[in-house]
């Protein structure tokens, strides 16, 4: 069915087109190719495919953008997509795009925010986990990045417990710096028996120093 073209107005990146049914967002580049004037007639139907051509070219090209800054896993990049679009069926047909094309890769991803979290901000693999799961990561894919780091993780309990406690870990008999430090490694992600351990190294050395 033909509908006339009661108004076209430029927005930011794409053009409003005001039909007597709807109003369509609908690009540049389009709108210059198929002639898209006001006061015309234009099928409706194909209106409304040239809109969701358009949306979709603005949601992938949002989607490489936030990509050349750094890697998404698939859950956080379809939230910000839904965020900004509101369409489920749009955000499902770009992620399918980004994964087929190898922009979106949970498993690289995974390796890659597993070797940050533990060589780089020096997190055990308990906090490791907890934030690759905020990442909306499968459980698989964590456990089987991570898998890799456990030795890493146990072996730099000590280097991170001299590093940030070591200017209050002065007297082995103060109970009150010593749980400062035991909670803080804690919270990094170390599990309670390798902190002891540590906590007690770390005083060994210093007696023998």
Do not use: W
């Not at 087929?100 to 308990?126: M, P, S, V, W």
């Amino acid at each position: 069915m033909k509908t006339i073209i009661k108004e076209i107005t430029r927005k930011k990146n794409y053009y409003e087109v005001r039909t007597e049914y709807a109003v369509y967002e609908i690009d540049g580049e389009f709108v210059r190719q198929y002639h898209l004037q006001p006061s015309t007639y234009f099928e409706e139907e194909s209106l409304r495919e040239l809109h969701q051509k358009s949306r979709f070219r603005r949601a992938y090209r949002r989607a490489c953008y936030l990509l050349d800054e750094r890697d998404y896993s698939y859950c956080i990049m379809y939230q910000k997509l839904m965020h900004t679009y509101q369409d489920r069926e749009l955000c499902d047909h770009v992620m399918d795009q980004l994964v087929q094309c190898g922009a979106i890769n949970d498993r690289r991803y995974a390796e890659r925010y597993a070797e940050f979290l533990i060589a780089t901000r020096k997190y055990g693999i308990h906090r490791a986990r907890l934030e690759m799961l905020r990442k909306g990561l499968d459980k698989h894919l964590i456990e089987e990045a991570l898998s890799a780091y456990e030795e890493t993780a146990e072996t730099q309990v000590f280097e991170v417990l001299a590093k940030k406690y070591g200017s209050i870990l002065i007297d082995p008999q103060d109970m009150k710096t010593r749980n400062k430090a035991l909670s803080g490694m804690l919270r990094l992600g170390y599990d309670y028996a390798s902190v002891r351990n540590a906590i007690e190294n770390y005083f060994a050395e210093q007696e023998d120093d």
